[in-house]
């Protein structure tokens, strides 16, 4: 009911909380008494609105007539079409009216200038833009209340220029100016000052280490085979930073790159730059060269190895350099594009001023000429111990003689690539045993090499070789890539980032490896029931107004029809259309050791597995439907094997037969990642359905699993969602060994079969794979 004019107090009406409006001056009572009643009326706080409607009084009841009348009057002018979304933010909303309250006790106008920025959209049309304003006005006031307010009225203006991590570089740079200039600083935070633009573009373009320090990490952890620190120079000594010109540094276990990079006007370039210097870095790592060692006492730079020679210290760092670049270029082809920007890019930048310079960017950019002997030696070491010998072969002098100036000046620090002369020392220096490897790994391949010339030497004299050389016992390629992917922990309610790597591998086929009679005729049997499922290539639609076929019958009635009525229906046209089933599946099986067991006389849990997916897999090639075989087991959570016996663009016949048949019992059960690298996989895969089958014969365990917990059920069942999300349905085939209550976990709503005994697997497998999928 209207309030009778002139009665304009509400201490009566519950609505109102306690407030009464007698405590508004009285030249605003009227106001007050329309804005409320408006906000009532339009929905916008009320019974329905508790949490906002508290505090909405909880803000007037503030008011009084000496003091908060009109910041109160600008929050209700504030609660404008354009801003009332924040109350249906209840928390933000909150965050809101308590700031507010805060800076109007602190100084009226203060207060008064926060609704009215409010009131004119300033603060942002998006809850994260809003927030992100609060945050800065808080941390901002702690300091300087003038500063943040300064900052509040500069907001529009930086916020259409700047994204929210931006922002807070600008507010950083103002923050600097202060202690200088608190003028400037005021202004700058306005956006008023002229390097307040010149800022903004700096910014804009700029890529900070901070940006992609986590990403760089998960990606080093993956080439390498271990966690790499991706951390900033300037934790190390600024004084030899700045006598050496480094760019990245890369010792053992970590990686030291700038805080910063604005070299480009273009930030996804910036943004490369760092891609490419940890890729570069991670390759030094994983082919063995110096900065495997960078940092431990006996080899604080290069020239503890090498010497004090200018010549031989260009010589050794080009040569590693060449060569870590080349196996770049073979083991990882996606990163040549990479490598050539940054190569291009140096080469633009600083070109080469002296013999060394030259010598190392003919070599690594495959020019013709004597840059040909260094490829070669490159290409012959297997690490940097191995390079160093080779330094004291005929080839260094021959190649000092052809470029002599290569001892002048030397090699600077390349802007991508670690500085193997900058004197460092880490807390954490590599073991000795791991030097001790690498010098016996050099070793080694000089002794190959030496055994090699005396057989040449042989041959060409005619004499027969003294006997056979020995395979090396122990290989020196470098670390296989893995992929890494989170694992989720039900206690944490949170992922542990970078927790797994998983590395793929491709097994040997089998050879003559046999399929036993009585699984062979089973998989012939599917086969034939499998093709009864396969649709008709073609069919046709019949009764269309048009199409590329008439069907003469029809059109007949269709004639006939037009003589007893005037506009009969057409429905003669007809249209093939072609029918094909559109899905991919990953047959994923358990080969971790438990399937070594026996059951039955002389057959193993193992062998069920693989003759189960041999007559499935032959199934699958009669009904066309694309998929692929793979297993899974591992050794902890950095050593997750993922192996691929037959993927999706191979065909089905004997050496995918014969891989599969290779399978054999190794380690452990992490089923989370092989989840994650299944689902990975198959989201590359173009198809409307998309299946993982698992088929294990017991509980996920590994080294690090609690057995007095589900953490491993648990994170089963986020591998089984997160493919989900990507579309791909997960249904599981297990052993009793899983209880009822561990495949619900596993496999939600329900998507799952427990089998009695294993050997039903052979019977089950097929039947099943037809009911999910039709």
Not at 124 to 141: A, Y
Request: proline residues 5%; contains cysteine.
């Amino acid at each position: 009911m209207p309030t009778p004019k002139g009665k304009v107090s509400r201490a009566g009406d519950s609505r109102y909380q306690g407030f009464t409006l007698k405590s508004v001056c009285w030249g605003y009572r009227e106001i007050f008494r329309e804005a409320i009643d408006g906000l009532f009326r339009d929905g916008v706080i009320g019974p329905e609105r508790r949490a906002v409607t508290a505090r909405f009084f909880d803000l007037l009841k503030q008011a009084d007539q000496n003091r908060f009348d009109h910041v109160l009057k600008e929050f209700l002018g504030a609660l404008n079409p354009r801003t009332r979304w924040l109350v249906d933010l209840p928390g933000l909303f909150g965050d809101i009216t308590g700031l507010g309250g805060e800076l109007a006790r602190s100084k009226l106008y203060h207060g008064t200038r926060f609704f009215k920025a409010l009131g004119a959209g300033d603060f942002g049309d998006s809850p994260e833009q809003v927030r992100n304003l609060l945050t800065q006005l808080r941390r901002l006031r702690a300091i300087d209340e003038e500063l943040a307010m300064a900052f509040l009225k500069g907001h529009p203006y930086l916020m259409q220029r700047l994204a929210p991590p931006e922002m807070e570089r600008y507010i950083e740079v103002g923050l600097a100016i202060l202690p200088r200039n608190r003028a400037s600083a005021l202004a700058f935070m306005e956006g008023k000052l002229q390097s307040s633009e010149a800022y903004i573009r700096a910014i804009t373009r700029e890529c900070r280490l901070s940006d992609v320090q986590n990403l760089l990490g998960r990606l080093m952890g993956a080439l390498v085979g271990y966690k790499v620190e991706v951390r900033s120079l300037r934790e190390l000594d600024s004084d030899d930073l700045v006598e050496r010109g480094s760019s990245v540094v890369c010792m053992y276990r970590w990686v030291y790159l700038p805080e910063r990079v604005r070299d480009f006007g273009d930030p996804s370039l910036n943004r490369q730059w760092y891609l490419l210097a940890g890729v570069v870095a991670a390759a030094m790592l994983a082919e063995r060269s110096f900065s495997c060692v960078h940092g431990h006492p006996d080899y604080r730079t290069c020239a503890a190895l090498v010497g004090d020679d200018p010549a031989r210290l260009s010589l050794f760092q080009i040569v590693e350099y060449v060569r870590v670049l080349r196996r770049i270029r073979e083991r990882w082809p996606g990163a040549r594009r990479l490598l050539d920007f940054g190569l291009r890019t140096e080469l633009k930048a600083h070109p080469p001023e002296n013999d060394a310079e030259r010598l190392f960017f003919d070599a690594a950019l495959g020019r013709q000429g004597d840059a040909d002997v260094i490829a070669r030696i490159a290409d012959a070491s297997v690490n940097f111990f191995d390079t160093a010998h080779r330094l004291r072969e005929g080839w260094a002098s021959e190649m000092l003689r052809a470029r002599p100036g290569i001892g002048q000046g030397g090699l600077r620090p390349l802007g991508f690539m670690p500085d193997f002369l900058f004197p460092a020392q880490c807390s954490g220096a590599p073991l000795d045993r791991v030097v001790a490897d690498l010098k016996h790994s050099a070793r080694k391949a000089t002794r190959a090499a030496d055994d090699g010339r005396e057989r040449a030497r042989a041959v060409v004299e005619g004499a027969a070789p003294g006997g056979e050389v020995a395979e090396d016992e122990e290989a020196t390629p470098g670390a296989a890539a893995a992929f890494v992917y989170d694992e989720w922990s039900r206690q944490e309610n949170d992922y542990y980032r970078d927790h797994c790597l998983l590395y793929e591998k491709a097994p040997t086929p089998l050879p003559d490896a046999g399929i036993p009679a009585d699984i062979m005729r089973e998989a012939q049997r599917v086969s034939r029931v499998f093709e009864q499922f396969k649709p008709d290539l073609t069919r046709r639609e019949k009764y269309l107004r048009d199409g590329d076929v008439i069907n003469v019958d029809l059109l007949m009635e269709y004639l006939v029809q037009r003589h007893r009525e005037p506009l009969p229906r057409i429905r003669f046209y007809e249209r093939p259309r072609v029918r094909r089933r559109d899905l991919a599946v990953v047959i994923l099986i358990d080969v971790s050791g438990s399937t070594s067991e026996q059951v039955g006389a002389q057959e193993e849990i193992i062998d069920i597995e693989k003759h189960a997916a041999l007559i499935l897999g032959q199934g699958l090639a009669s009904l066309g439907d694309r998929f692929a075989i793979m297993g899974f087991n591992s050794n902890g959570r950095e050593h997750c094997a993922y192996y691929v016996y037959k993927d999706f663009d191979e065909p089905w016949g004997r050496e995918s037969i014969a891989r599969v048949l290779s399978a054999h019992p190794a380690n452990s059960t992490r089923m989370g990642p092989a989840l994650r690298h299944a689902g990975y996989r198959l989201s590359q895969v173009d198809a409307r359905q998309r299946l993982i089958l698992v088929i294990t014969d017991g509980r996920p365990m590994d080294q690090g699993y609690d057995p007095n917990t589900r953490y491993a059920q648990y994170d089963v069942r986020m591998a089984c969602t997160e493919n989900a999300r990507l579309g791909i349905h997960t249904f599981g085939i297990s052993t009793e060994e899983n209880s009822l209550a561990d495949m619900e976990i596993m496999f939600p709503r329900r998507r799952f079969a427990i089998l009695s005994d294993i050997r039903q697997l052979v019977r089950v497998l097929p039947g099943a794979y037809i009911r999910i999928t039709t």
